[in-house]
Protein backbone atom coordinates (compact mmCIF):
# COMPACT_ATOMS: atom_id res chain seq x y z
CA UNK A 1 0.00 0.00 0.00
CA UNK A 2 1.28 3.79 -0.96
CA UNK A 3 1.93 5.28 2.30
CA UNK A 4 1.80 9.15 2.51
CA UNK A 5 3.14 9.78 6.41
CA UNK A 6 2.99 13.26 8.06
CA UNK A 7 5.90 13.96 10.58
CA UNK A 8 3.76 15.36 13.45
CA UNK A 9 0.23 14.28 14.51
CA UNK A 10 -0.34 17.50 16.55
CA UNK A 11 1.87 20.63 16.57
CA UNK A 12 2.02 23.43 18.79
CA UNK A 13 3.91 26.36 17.99
CA UNK A 14 4.25 30.17 19.12
CA UNK A 15 3.15 33.42 16.73
CA UNK A 16 6.39 34.42 14.53
CA UNK A 17 8.41 30.83 14.79
CA UNK A 18 9.17 29.20 11.97
CA UNK A 19 7.15 26.23 11.61
CA UNK A 20 8.04 22.48 8.68
CA UNK A 21 5.57 20.30 8.60
CA UNK A 22 7.04 17.25 6.57
CA UNK A 23 5.56 14.48 4.39
CA UNK A 24 7.05 11.71 2.74
CA UNK A 25 5.79 9.24 0.58
CA UNK A 26 7.06 5.72 -0.71
CA UNK A 27 5.88 5.14 -3.99
CA UNK A 28 7.63 7.36 -6.05
CA UNK A 29 5.47 9.38 -6.79
CA UNK A 30 5.75 12.51 -9.21
CA UNK A 31 2.73 14.69 -7.53
CA UNK A 32 2.72 15.57 -4.02
CA UNK A 33 0.56 18.73 -2.40
CA UNK A 34 -0.47 20.47 0.57
CA UNK A 35 -3.73 21.40 1.83
CA UNK A 36 -5.39 22.95 4.44
CA UNK A 37 -8.95 21.90 6.28
CA UNK A 38 -10.95 24.52 8.07
CA UNK A 39 -14.48 23.73 8.90
CA UNK A 40 -16.74 24.91 6.83
CA UNK A 41 -14.28 25.25 4.27
CA UNK A 42 -13.45 22.45 3.24
CA UNK A 43 -10.22 21.74 1.54
CA UNK A 44 -8.15 24.61 0.16
CA UNK A 45 -5.08 24.27 -2.22
CA UNK A 46 -2.17 25.60 -0.74
CA UNK A 47 0.84 24.54 -3.31
CA UNK A 48 1.60 21.83 -5.20
CA UNK A 49 4.93 20.26 -6.93
CA UNK A 50 4.70 17.87 -10.39
CA UNK A 51 9.18 17.15 -9.78
CA UNK A 52 11.72 17.90 -7.15
CA UNK A 53 12.74 20.90 -6.96
CA UNK A 54 9.43 22.48 -8.65
CA UNK A 55 6.16 23.75 -7.36
CA UNK A 56 2.93 26.04 -7.75
CA UNK A 57 1.11 27.91 -6.16
CA UNK A 58 -2.42 26.60 -5.05
CA UNK A 59 -5.59 29.06 -4.05
CA UNK A 60 -4.20 30.14 -0.71
CA UNK A 61 -0.53 29.95 -0.71
CA UNK A 62 0.06 33.39 0.77
CA UNK A 63 2.19 33.18 4.38
CA UNK A 64 3.32 29.39 3.08
CA UNK A 65 6.19 27.91 0.64
CA UNK A 66 7.55 24.36 -0.12
CA UNK A 67 10.06 22.87 -0.47
CA UNK A 68 11.18 19.61 -2.92
CA UNK A 69 14.82 18.62 -2.94
CA UNK A 70 14.05 14.73 -2.73
CA UNK A 71 11.45 12.89 -4.83
CA UNK A 72 9.96 11.39 -1.45
CA UNK A 73 9.75 14.85 0.59
CA UNK A 74 7.51 17.67 -0.01
CA UNK A 75 7.89 20.17 2.95
CA UNK A 76 5.56 23.10 3.96
CA UNK A 77 6.82 26.25 5.52
CA UNK A 78 5.81 28.83 7.38
CA UNK A 79 7.99 31.21 7.88
CA UNK A 80 6.21 32.94 10.02
CA UNK A 81 3.61 31.20 11.96
CA UNK A 82 0.21 33.34 12.75
CA UNK A 83 -2.62 32.25 14.28
CA UNK A 84 -5.24 32.44 11.54
CA UNK A 85 -2.82 29.51 10.56
CA UNK A 86 -4.00 27.05 12.78
CA UNK A 87 -5.76 24.34 11.32
CA UNK A 88 -5.78 20.75 9.88
CA UNK A 89 -2.71 20.52 7.66
CA UNK A 90 -2.95 17.71 4.50
CA UNK A 91 -0.52 15.95 2.55
CA UNK A 92 -0.96 13.93 -0.49
CA UNK A 93 0.78 12.30 -3.52
CA UNK A 94 -0.05 11.04 -6.89
CA UNK A 95 1.66 8.87 -9.61
CA UNK A 96 -1.17 9.92 -12.08
CA UNK A 97 -1.21 12.74 -14.34
CA UNK A 98 -1.99 15.69 -11.82
CA UNK A 99 -6.00 16.25 -11.35
CA UNK A 100 -6.95 12.60 -12.29
CA UNK A 101 -7.30 11.01 -9.26
CA UNK A 102 -4.69 11.07 -6.63
CA UNK A 103 -5.94 8.69 -4.14
CA UNK A 104 -3.48 8.97 -1.18
CA UNK A 105 -3.28 11.27 1.67
CA UNK A 106 -1.60 11.42 4.78
CA UNK A 107 -3.41 11.71 8.28
CA UNK A 108 -2.95 15.30 8.94
CA UNK A 109 -1.31 17.19 11.60
CA UNK A 110 -3.17 19.31 13.29
CA UNK A 111 -1.21 22.87 13.72
CA UNK A 112 -2.23 24.92 16.69
CA UNK A 113 -0.56 28.42 16.71
CA UNK A 114 -0.48 30.31 20.29
CA UNK B 1 -13.62 29.07 -11.46
CA UNK B 2 -14.62 25.86 -10.27
CA UNK B 3 -17.31 25.06 -7.65
CA UNK B 4 -18.41 21.83 -5.32
CA UNK B 5 -21.35 22.43 -3.09
CA UNK B 6 -22.40 19.78 -0.37
CA UNK B 7 -25.54 21.67 0.88
CA UNK B 8 -25.70 19.02 3.80
CA UNK B 9 -23.83 19.88 6.96
CA UNK B 10 -24.28 17.11 8.83
CA UNK B 11 -26.81 14.37 8.83
CA UNK B 12 -27.75 11.80 11.32
CA UNK B 13 -29.58 8.04 10.12
CA UNK B 14 -30.04 5.15 12.59
CA UNK B 15 -28.15 2.15 11.68
CA UNK B 16 -29.67 0.03 8.00
CA UNK B 17 -31.08 2.86 6.68
CA UNK B 18 -30.15 4.32 3.11
CA UNK B 19 -28.61 7.78 2.88
CA UNK B 20 -27.58 9.88 -0.03
CA UNK B 21 -25.38 12.39 -0.23
CA UNK B 22 -25.41 15.37 -2.43
CA UNK B 23 -23.19 17.00 -4.34
CA UNK B 24 -23.42 19.96 -6.97
CA UNK B 25 -20.91 21.56 -8.63
CA UNK B 26 -19.80 24.34 -11.30
CA UNK B 27 -17.44 24.32 -13.93
CA UNK B 28 -17.15 25.65 -17.46
CA UNK B 29 -14.70 22.89 -18.72
CA UNK B 30 -16.65 20.44 -20.51
CA UNK B 31 -14.27 17.67 -19.70
CA UNK B 32 -13.41 17.23 -16.20
CA UNK B 33 -13.13 14.54 -12.84
CA UNK B 34 -15.53 14.22 -10.18
CA UNK B 35 -14.03 12.75 -6.86
CA UNK B 36 -15.74 11.40 -3.82
CA UNK B 37 -13.83 10.99 -0.99
CA UNK B 38 -14.28 9.79 2.93
CA UNK B 39 -12.62 10.52 5.65
CA UNK B 40 -13.15 8.94 8.84
CA UNK B 41 -12.32 10.05 12.38
CA UNK B 42 -8.43 8.95 12.15
CA UNK B 43 -8.32 11.93 9.47
CA UNK B 44 -6.63 10.76 6.79
CA UNK B 45 -9.12 10.94 3.24
CA UNK B 46 -9.56 7.41 1.67
CA UNK B 47 -10.44 8.06 -1.99
CA UNK B 48 -13.77 6.30 -2.96
CA UNK B 49 -14.34 6.81 -6.69
CA UNK B 50 -13.33 9.07 -9.83
CA UNK B 51 -15.93 9.72 -12.48
CA UNK B 52 -15.03 10.79 -16.19
CA UNK B 53 -17.30 14.17 -17.08
CA UNK B 54 -18.02 11.81 -20.45
CA UNK B 55 -18.90 9.09 -18.25
CA UNK B 56 -22.43 9.25 -17.14
CA UNK B 57 -23.33 6.25 -16.28
CA UNK B 58 -24.12 4.96 -12.68
CA UNK B 59 -21.52 3.13 -10.59
CA UNK B 60 -22.35 0.78 -7.52
CA UNK B 61 -19.69 -1.09 -5.23
CA UNK B 62 -20.95 -3.05 -2.92
CA UNK B 63 -23.40 -0.88 -0.36
CA UNK B 64 -21.85 2.52 -2.77
CA UNK B 65 -23.19 3.81 -5.56
CA UNK B 66 -22.83 6.70 -6.87
CA UNK B 67 -25.64 8.71 -9.59
CA UNK B 68 -23.99 11.32 -11.88
CA UNK B 69 -26.31 13.38 -13.69
CA UNK B 70 -24.53 16.07 -15.84
CA UNK B 71 -27.83 17.39 -16.97
CA UNK B 72 -28.37 18.66 -13.23
CA UNK B 73 -24.36 19.25 -12.30
CA UNK B 74 -24.61 16.96 -9.81
CA UNK B 75 -22.81 14.03 -8.55
CA UNK B 76 -24.68 12.10 -5.50
CA UNK B 77 -23.71 9.19 -3.59
CA UNK B 78 -26.09 6.70 -2.31
CA UNK B 79 -24.57 4.31 1.23
CA UNK B 80 -27.10 1.67 1.18
CA UNK B 81 -28.35 -0.13 4.83
CA UNK B 82 -26.20 2.32 6.35
CA UNK B 83 -23.52 1.07 9.00
CA UNK B 84 -21.87 2.74 12.27
CA UNK B 85 -18.63 2.38 9.98
CA UNK B 86 -19.76 4.42 7.84
CA UNK B 87 -19.66 6.98 10.14
CA UNK B 88 -17.39 10.07 8.53
CA UNK B 89 -16.98 13.48 6.77
CA UNK B 90 -17.58 12.20 2.78
CA UNK B 91 -16.05 15.54 0.72
CA UNK B 92 -16.99 16.00 -3.26
CA UNK B 93 -14.27 17.28 -5.58
CA UNK B 94 -13.76 18.60 -9.12
CA UNK B 95 -10.93 18.55 -10.81
CA UNK B 96 -10.17 20.97 -14.03
CA UNK B 97 -8.44 18.74 -16.79
CA UNK B 98 -6.67 22.00 -18.57
CA UNK B 99 -4.07 23.58 -17.00
CA UNK B 100 -2.43 22.53 -13.45
CA UNK B 101 -5.88 20.62 -12.91
CA UNK B 102 -6.16 21.59 -9.64
CA UNK B 103 -8.56 19.90 -7.29
CA UNK B 104 -11.49 21.69 -6.08
CA UNK B 105 -13.31 20.09 -3.07
CA UNK B 106 -16.50 20.98 -1.31
CA UNK B 107 -16.96 21.44 2.41
CA UNK B 108 -18.17 17.91 3.60
CA UNK B 109 -20.92 16.31 4.61
CA UNK B 110 -20.62 15.01 8.35
CA UNK B 111 -22.50 11.71 8.33
CA UNK B 112 -23.17 9.68 11.77
CA UNK B 113 -24.53 6.38 11.51
CA UNK B 114 -26.13 5.72 15.15
CA UNK B 115 -26.29 2.06 16.89
Known amino acids: DVKVTQSSRYLVKRTGEKVFLECVQD?????MFWYRQDPGLGLRLIYF???????EKGDIPEGYSVSREKKERFSLILESASTNQTSMYLC?????????????FGSGTRLTVV | AQKVTQAQTEISVVEKEDVTLDCVYE???????LFWYKQPPSGELVFLIR??????QNEISGRYSWNFQKSTSSFNFTITASQVVDSAVYFC????????????FGTGTKLQVIP
Open chain 2, 51 to 56: RNSFDE
Open chain 2, 93 to 104: ALSEVSGYQKVT
Open chain 1, 92 to 104: ASDASRPGTGFGT
Open chain 1, 27 to 31: MDHEN
Open chain 1, 49 to 55: SYDVKMK
Open chain 2, 27 to 33: TRDTTYY
